[in-house]
Nanobody, 121 residues
Framework: QVQLVESGGGLAQAGESLRLSCAAS????????MGWYRQAPGKQRELVAT???????NYASSVRGRFTISRDNAKNTVYLQMNSLKPEDTAVYYC???????????????WGQGTQVTVSS
């Protein structure tokens, strides 16, 4: 059983920083992609950032230059450093991973439970 456990959400004022973490645990052979999505009230879930096992990154244009995604492959953990936060960054942030649970299995998508980030003006 694979689990993704997030931490680090909370309340911040505009201009401040927060750091999210997400650790994958369980039967894991490899994790090709890890990333973060977010969903604001009344809006669809949207991509924030992704990172490959080789640390190639991709960002939504709305966060590029302010957010930094990184990962520790030894710990199966992905991080999201969020700087210069804006009220429009307020959302539930979900960790996402593409995981192969055995050497011979295919890859499956796993989601974390979500962590709330609220940015006040």
């Amino acid at each position: 059983q694979v689990q993704l456990v997030e931490s680090g959400g909370g309340l911040a004022q505009a201009g401040e920083s927060l750091r999210l973490s997400c650790a994958a645990s369980g039967s894991i052979a490899s994790i090709s992609f890890m990333g973060w999505y977010r969903q604001a009230p009344g809006k669809q879930r949207e991509l924030v950032a992704t990172i490959t096992e080789g640390s190639i990154t991709n960002y939504a244009s709305s966060v590029r230059g302010r957010f930094t995604i990184s990962r520790d492959n030894a710990k199966n953990t992905v991080y999201l450093q969020m700087n210069s936060l804006k009220p429009e960054d307020t959302a539930v942030y979900y960790c996402w991973s593409l995981i192969q649970i055995t050497t011979f299995s295919g890859q499956l998508v796993y989601w974390g439970q979500g962590t709330q980030v609220t940015v006040s003006s």
